[in-house]
Antibody, heavy 122, light 110 residues
Framework: QVQLVESGGGVVQPGGSLRLSCVASGFIFSASGMYWVRQAPGKGLEWVAYIQSDINKKYYTDSVKGRFTISRDNSRNTLYLEMNSLRTEDTAHYYC???????????????WGQGTSVTVSS | QSALTQPASVSGSPGQSITISCTGTSSDVGTYNYVSWYQQYPGKAPRLLIYEVSNRPSGVSHRFSGSKSGNTASLTISGLQAEDEADYYCSSFTSSSTVVFGGGTKVTIL
């Protein structure tokens, strides 16, 4: 079945780094745009980043530009989020999600993983 | 990248219909028909309910419908059921080639 499984979360000090991974199965990963979305404890959803299927284009929310890097390895069906210079406000549950095939502009996320938690604290 | 505006809570009785609004600007909802709606239960991942304003993915009940007028999109849930008690989020593509979510609406079944 179609599935996304995230890993790599944990507790890190402010200024530290983490790399999240998301392994995809059950669909043609190399043909799918992919997202990272986060949700701070008790708060709403926040879009973090998007990467096109062919890796040519990447987009980020302003608050993570220059600190986070989205990437993918289509040979491993894996999406990544490299997070550097972490701040306490980056504390959240991080989800990876798949772009709805056929939808022209980024917005619709039709498959979600269960997420991985990141806590930034001293 | 200001969040879209949703009411914090909406409630209704079983069998009734409710509508959740999602207000943006001419830089997102008002210009692009790329508004999505998601349902999220506590501790669970979101689920796509509506995409491109009014389209339902396969498997989503016909009780969920979407529309848009100007800068405001709406999600209507008809024939409310106990299982509809959840948080609902809208999102939109923006002119900056980014995605913005609404703050979320908690739906309570009376």
């Amino acid at each position: 079945q179609v599935q996304l499984v995230e890993s790599g979360g944990g507790v890190v000090q402010p200024g530290g780094s983490l790399r999240l991974s998301c392994v995809a199965s059950g669909f043609i990963f190399s043909a799918s745009g992919m997202y990272w979305v986060r949700q701070a404890p008790g708060k709403g959803l926040e879009w973090v980043a998007y990467i096109q299927s062919d890796i040519n284009k990447k987009y980020y929310t302003d608050s993570v530009k220059g600190r986070f890097t989205i990437s993918r390895d289509n040979s491993r069906n894996t999406l990544y989020l490299e997070m550097n210079s972490l701040r306490t406000e980056d504390t959240a549950h991080y989800y990876c999600a798949k772009h709805l095939s056929g939808s022209h502009y980024i917005s619709a996320m039709d498959v979600w993983g269960q997420g991985t938690s990141v806590t930034v604290s001293s | 990248q200001s969040a879209l505006t949703q009411p914090a809570s909406v409630s209704g009785s079983p069998g009734q219909s409710i509508t959740i609004s999602c207000t943006g600007t001419s830089s997102d909802v008002g210009t692009y028909n790329y508004v999505s709606w998601y349902q999220q239960y506590p501790g669970k991942a979101p689920r796509l309910l509506i995409y491109e304003v009014s389209n339902r993915p396969s498997g989503v009940s016909h009780r969920f419908s979407g529309s848009k007028s100007g800068n405001t999109a709406s999600l209507t849930i008809s024939g409310l059921q106990a299982e509809d008690e959840a948080d609902y989020y809208c999102s939109s593509f923006t002119s900056s080639s980014t995605v913005v979510f609404g703050g979320g609406t908690k739906v309570t079944i009376l």
